[in-house]
């Protein structure tokens, strides 16, 4: 039979340490796009629903509710939902211009990714300035 | 030469999903715009403005709108999260009906936050 004339494929090297592997910068952009997701999903929906409950049941609650959002630990969890909303969002409108066909070459895609990256941050800060 | 006309791939949720992901990733940047307006049109966050802002049927209806963009985009974006890294399918199937009535339960929620005062 033909196929046993071939040769047994090499093994390939599996190569997977997540601390060694050195992602491109829209690798990264990638990973922390899926990382804002999951902490949206866990904390960030459910937080968002009691928060608006809250807020709406009656003057007491709202106070009630601004009372226990602004111990440190509170805010602490806000900034980082916050992060991770603020990098959702931008990544997210990247991978909508990238549909587009908008900055689909290697330098544009490097660039963007690393505006989205520093807005993210810089806009985080902005709001944990505000928060504090 | 002529080809014969037939589909073939299986079962096309991924340019659903990928459509999906899309729709309500815009109906949400929208929406987060329109409270970040509404609240600066309101010098800021109090408790008579934001209760007259959700008084308003049509901000209720936006905000449902918004809530179900959410859950949905959550849902698409945490079913391709377990589909990459929980491999045995017991585990898998496990988590995907624990974050499905999760999210059913989060409608109901939803509901209740919006209309349960009226």
């Given at each position: 039979m033909a196929a046993l004339?071939?040769?047994?494929?090499?093994?390939r090297p599996v190569y997977l340490n997540l601390f060694a592997i050195?992602?491109?910068?829209?690798?990264?952009?990638?990973?922390?796009?899926?990382?804002?997701g999951a902490l949206l999903f866990l904390i960030g929906i459910p937080l968002l629903l009691w928060v608006v409950q809250r807020s709406l049941a009656s003057p007491d609650a709202w106070e009630q509710m601004r009372a226990t959002l602004s111990t440190p630990l509170s805010k602490l969890i806000?900034?980082?939902?916050?992060?991770?909303?603020?990098?959702?969002?931008?990544?997210?409108i990247r991978h909508?211009?990238?549909?587009?066909?908008?900055?689909?070459?290697?330098?544009?895609?490097?660039?963007?990714?690393?505006?989205?990256?520093?807005?993210?941050?810089?806009?985080?800060?902005?709001?944990?300035?505000?928060?504090? | 030469m002529v080809?014969?006309?037939r589909v073939v791939v299986g079962a096309h949720y991924g340019w659903r999903d990928w459509l999906v992901q899309r729709v309500s990733a815009v109906v949400m940047a929208l929406y987060t715009l329109l409270v970040l307006f509404l609240v600066v049109r309101n010098g800021g966050l109090d408790y008579a403005a934001?209760?007259?802002t959700f008084s308003s049927e049509?901000?209720?209806?936006?905000?449902?709108?918004?809530?179900?963009?959410?859950?949905?985009?959550?849902?698409v974006g945490v079913r391709n999260i377990a589909m990459d890294y929980l491999k045995p399918v017991g585990v898998r199937l496990t988590f995907q009906v624990v974050v499905i009535v999760l999210l059913i339960g989060y409608v109901g929620w939803t509901i209740q936050v919006l209309w349960g005062g009226v």
């Open positions: 004339d071939r040769p047994a494929p090499k093994p050195r992602l491109p910068l829209p690798g990264f952009v990638s990973i922390l796009h899926r990382v804002s806000l900034i980082v939902l916050a992060w991770a909303y603020l990098h959702h969002f931008i990544a997210g909508l211009l990238m549909d587009m066909h908008w900055g689909m070459d290697l330098k544009s895609a490097r660039q963007s990714s690393a505006v989205t990256i520093v807005l993210a941050i810089l806009l985080t800060l902005a709001v944990a300035v505000k928060l504090w | 080809m014969p006309k934001w209760k007259a049509i901000f209720r209806l936006a905000s449902f709108v918004f809530m179900l963009s959410l859950l949905w985009h959550a849902w």
